[in-house]
């Protein structure tokens, strides 16, 4: 999918928040910048979530008070994969929330658990393609692209 303004990319992720269903954990890649901020805020808001929606850069995780609960975790300052056990990783991915995580390369292998992948890649300013993969959380395998 190309879209052409961070309107676009919002309402983009409006739409592909309807396919989530209650435990998903959705990992959002891409470059700094790429709009991995403005896609979680698309979702938080169909889902539900009218506060402020914004990168968790130095909490790690924010939790928005929202039925069913909403996850936002930024791995960006995760050095070490050991880390995640301190920020209670095993709780999100088998949480009845739903779950939406910035830098999902942080993880290393420990990608057990997610069940779509959104890739952002800036193609100029405003246009960015989205791609979305869905995963087998057991078999950590593609199972379709769109
Ligand atoms: N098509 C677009 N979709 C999303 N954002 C866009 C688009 N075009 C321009 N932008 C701008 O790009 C920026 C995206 O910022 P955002 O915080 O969402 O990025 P991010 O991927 O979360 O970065 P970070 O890695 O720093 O968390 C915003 O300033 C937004 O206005
Ligand atoms: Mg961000």
């Known amino acids: 999918m190309i879209v052409q303004n961070e309107t676009e990319t919002l309402s983009w992720a409006e739409q592909f928040a309807k396919t989530l269903k209650q435990g998903s954990v959705v990992a959002i ?28 850069t130095y909490t ?23 880390d995640l056990e301190e920020i209670g990783w095993d709780q999100f991915v088998t949480s009845e929330g739903i779950t939406l ?11 057990l658990g997610i069940t779509h ?6 193609l100029s300013e405003n246009q960015r393609k989205i791609t979305v993969s869905e995963w087998n959380p057991l078999q950590k395998s593609v199972l379709r692209q769109k």
């Open 101 to 111: 995580i910035e830098w999902p390369e942080r993880l290393g292998e420990n990608t």
């Open 29 to 56: 890649s891409g470059n700094l910048g790429a709009g991995k901020t403005v896609i979680s805020r698309g979702i938080c808001k169909a889902l539900g979530f009218k506060g402020t929606v914004c990168s968790p």
């Open 117 to 122: 992948w959104i890739e952002v890649q800036i």
């Open 60 to 82: 790690i995780v924010h939790e928005y008070p929202n039925t069913p609960p909403l996850y936002h975790l930024d791995l960006y300052r995760l050095s070490h994969v050991e």
